[in-house]
């Protein structure tokens, strides 16, 4: 669910990331569709059914998420491993009765998903997250608050996203992490236009598509 290139994944783990957003697909776009301005939604889109009949896209299965469902946080399995061996308590929470660190190593380090999280069973994962909210904006709709709310990072002179790097550290503004050396950006809508182009594809910030706009609350025990 979450992008690890970028750290996405531990921000959430860490309750530094509270929002994500997912384009509204282009099919919605090939149907009658139209768009309303609300007080509960900065926009809602409906799209019209076979029978004449308009729909909330959010409460369509265009919206890959609903309010107040549970969505398992995707880890590889060889990253759970490692965290067994921190937090037994928390990971072995959703593994069978009686399985073990060696049972699990033995069992699933052959498996895709121990080394890609796309291929891991939701049921094996020992953190969640609920829905608490979805809304429909133009990408660029979103505030320098709600940027850091998508784990945008704040240093002492600018706003930072672990993984996206200087080029050259001796005349660019950066904050030195463990992973290198991060370009530093004035404001935290900056920094998260730069992380919306590395994820997906140059210019998406420029062209402003409709998103889905989650709010998310990680669950605790």
Not at 122 to 133: A, F, H
Request: charged fraction near 30%; proline fraction near 4%; include cysteine.
């Amino acid at each position: 669910m979450f992008n690890d290139r970028f750290l996405l994944t531990q921000a959430v783990l860490e309750g530094r990331k509270r929002q994500t957003r997912r384009f509204v697909p282009k099919a919605v776009f090939s149907l009658i569709w139209d768009v309303e301005e609300t007080f509960e939604s900065p926009k809602i889109i409906y799209t019209q059914d076979r029978y004449g009949d308009f729909w909330d896209i959010r409460d369509t299965s265009f919206a890959q998420y609903k309010k107040g469902e549970i969505v398992a946080i995707a880890q590889r399995y060889s990253d759970m491993y490692i965290g067994f061996l921190y937090d037994w308590e928390t990971y072995k929470r959703n593994l069978p009765a009686g399985m073990s660190v060696a049972d699990f190593r033995k069992d699933l380090e052959g498996e895709k998903g121990w080394n890609n999280k796309m291929f891991v069973k939701p049921k094996y994962m020992p953190r969640r997250i609920e829905i608490t909210d979805v809304r429909i904006q133009c990408l660029q709709e979103i505030t320098d608050d709600e940027c850091l709310l998508e784990g945008i990072q704040e240093a002492s002179i600018g706003f930072y996203v672990d993984g996206l790097k200087v080029r050259n550290w001796q005349k660019e503004p950066h904050r030195e992490t463990e992973r290198g050396c991060m370009k530093l950006f004035p404001t935290p809508r900056d920094a998260y236009a730069h992380l919306i182009d590395a994820l997906s594809g140059k210019g998406t910030w420029g062209s402003n598509p409709y998103v889905f706009a989650y709010d998310f609350e990680i669950l605790e025990d």
